[in-house]
């Protein structure tokens, strides 16, 4: 164990209120499963922290994790917060992907240029890939802002959107459990790719070495990599 578990501090990791499955699994209006509680758990397992999970809205959470209210954010990237020079960065967890959500056989994306005259689910506010906002800035590709993955999916199986971009994770996900899933692929051209970390507080209330040493821990017996072939 990294810490001395008689000193045993609690350690507020946040998951957002729109994170979807694999990465957040609620059920009754708690965390049950899911990467960022499997991964908190690992962690609280090697450093005998006590860790919970609070659940907040996307525009909170670096509010929150500046003040100290929460003290870790995992599955974040510096470039996606103001602040980020503030925080302490664990080591690289996974390389992530932004990935395109298609119907079999019917759109093929293969490079940034098929997205011309294209109908593609979008989130408000979302940065992707630069590329793909320029298409969209002049309207060479439409973007269609939808409330979630669930509805983009139905969109996407209507023909009503050519594609939904969304966490290559997720897509998968999705494409695993929905009764349609046979029907959808995701496209040979990644939308973007991106290393994800965890974001520590500045008023974590232990080392940041402590965390970064389970995290490695965590990535060298392979366990990080379990985590993410139990949601494949």
Known sequence: ????????????????????????IVKDNKLISGIIKDLGDEIGARTGFSITYVQLPVARVEPKLTSGDIHVSCITNPKWLENAASYGWSPMLFMGEDRFLILKDRTTISEFGDLKGLRIGTY????????????LDLNDAIGIQIGGVEVGIE??????????????????????????????????????????????????????????????????????????????
């Open 1 to 24: 164990m990294l810490a001395d578990p008689v000193s045993a501090e609690e350690i507020k990791f946040s998951y957002w209120t729109d994170a979807k499955p694999p990465f957040a």
């Open 124 to 135: 408000n506010a979302y940065k992707y890939h630069q590329e793909i906002m320029n298409l």
């Open 155 to 232: 969109l996407v199986l209507l023909e009503r959107l050519h594609t939904l971009i969304d966490f290559g994770t997720i897509l998968k996900y999705h494409i695993k459990h929905h009764p349609k899933g046979y029907l959808l692929d995701l496209a040979e051209k990644p939308a973007d790719r991106f290393d994800l970390f965890c974001a520590y507080s500045p008023h974590l209330p232990v080392k940041y070495r402590l965390l970064d040493q389970a995290i490695i821990l965590i990535k060298e017996q392979g366990v990080m990599e379990a985590i993410l072939n139990r949601y494949e």
